[in-house]
């Protein structure tokens, strides 16, 4: 499968290929062996709809594969207090026995499946488009184009994974429905569509976008950090191993060690967003009188949600003052795992993928070529 992964790096040395040809431009722009594509200087790149076809499959698979990684950290941060959450494998394993698999570890997969596969569309495209205009249009820095073409493609997803975000985020940390421990989470949904409506009609529609503004702080700054690693991860690795076909192994490793340190240095960030999102913006009464018709008991209305603010800054605070410093680090270590493999395994995909799709870009445009003669 190595022969697959190619990059187009400029490199200081000529590395050896089999077929006799040298890829540059960019270790996410793809590369290929036909087609009709080309930068600047007669090289081939792949089309952006490549780029984006391969980014949504690489997204989605890999969101998937770690989705219950990720509900046991937005437990950790969402019940700071709750022994039962407090260390990352015994919190999986009690999960999974109390609640289960599907509703319990992965609870929330169908808005987050649903949000994940057209924002990673959207984010490869902006991201890839950008990145070539500043590099080879406006001869920007590598590094610079990378992080500034990071930051707009998340701005771009933002729209798409933000409202799936909430829908999320609150199913994982109520887990299944009617569930006795995680009643102090403020709500108690029956699935995704009855989330939607019951936030509709107590919330209103504009707790979608519930915490937004601590999306964006966490996300900006993660996607432009986790590309600008990733970028010269595989330059190094590409030049340590001397060839820009790299092993499984070291695809495997520059993205996750892009995706666990960038996920590790934004997690105070995350739990703001994951604290933000998770509270309620719907009156008391109205809270307790559909937790009443829903799970047939009543709620403790001051156990709510102590960090019930839309505010950066208060969540911050509030944080700060119930759980010292190491609150804002809740869950770093499922958010590293997380990160690091999500971020591996997004990446091998979007490069296999995205070979594929050139070689059938490449096979179609020989077979017109062959019809026209």
């Not at 998937?64 to 969402?78: E, I, N, Y």
């Not at 959207?122 to 590094?143: M, P, Q, S, V, W």
């Not at 604290?275 to 913006?281: D, V």
Request: net charge neutral; glycine share 10%; charged share 20%.
């Amino acid at each position: 499968m190595s022969h697959l992964l190619t990059t187009s790096i400029p490199l200081g040395f000529d590395p050896h290929h089999e077929e006799g040809h040298s890829l540059r431009g960019s270790s996410l722009a793809g590369s290929s062996d036909g087609g009709k594509n080309f930068d600047s200087e007669n090289e081939y790149v792949s089309p952006i709809i490549n780029c984006m076809l391969a980014g949504g499959f690489g997204g989605l698979v890999g969101d998937s594969v770690m989705h219950s990684l990720d509900t046991v950290k937005t437990r950790q941060q969402g019940f700071p207090n709750h022994t039962r959450y407090r260390n990352m494998i015994p919190a999986y394993i009690t999960i999974f026995r109390e609640e289960g698999f599907f509703r319990g570890l992965y609870g929330g997969y169908v808005p987050a499946a649903l949000g994940s596969f057209p924002s990673t569309v959207a984010f490869f495209g902006t991201y890839e488009f950008t990145k070539r205009k500043l590099i080879h249009d406006y001869h920007f820095n590598e590094t610079i184009s990378y992080f500034f073409a990071g930051i707009l493609g998340d701005l771009s997803s933002s729209v798409f994974y933000v409202p799936s975000e909430v829908l999320k985020t609150r199913l994982q940390l109520q887990g299944r429905y009617n569930n006795p421990y995680t009643r102090s989470a403020g709500y108690n949904y029956k699935g995704t569509m009855n989330a939607i409506s019951s936030i509709i009609k107590y919330e209103g529609p504009s707790t979608f976008v519930f915490g937004y503004k601590e999306t964006l702080l966490r996300d900006l700054p993660f996607s432009a950090l986790q590309f600008a690693f990733y970028e010269r991860f595989r330059e190094l690795a590409i030049y340590y191993y001397k060839s820009e076909d790299l092993p499984v192994s070291l695809e495997l490793l520059t993205g996750a060690s892009a995706g666990g340190l960038a996920g590790t240095l934004t997690t105070p960030l995350d739990v703001i967003k994951t604290r933000t999102q998770t509270s309620t913006n719907a009156p008391m009464e109205d809270l307790s009188t559909l937790e009443k018709k829903s799970a047939g008991t009543s709620m403790n209305k001051t156990a709510q949600n102590p960090h019930r603010t839309n505010s950066t800054f208060m969540a911050l605070r509030s944080i700060y003052k119930s759980e010292g410093i190491l609150g804002l680090f809740s869950g770093v270590g499922p958010r590293f795992i997380w990160t690091g493999i999500q971020s591996s395994i997004m990446l091998l995909l979007y490069q296999v993928a995205l070979k594929r799709f050139d070689r059938m870009l490449s096979e179609e445009s020989a077979l017109n070529s062959f019809k026209s003669i």
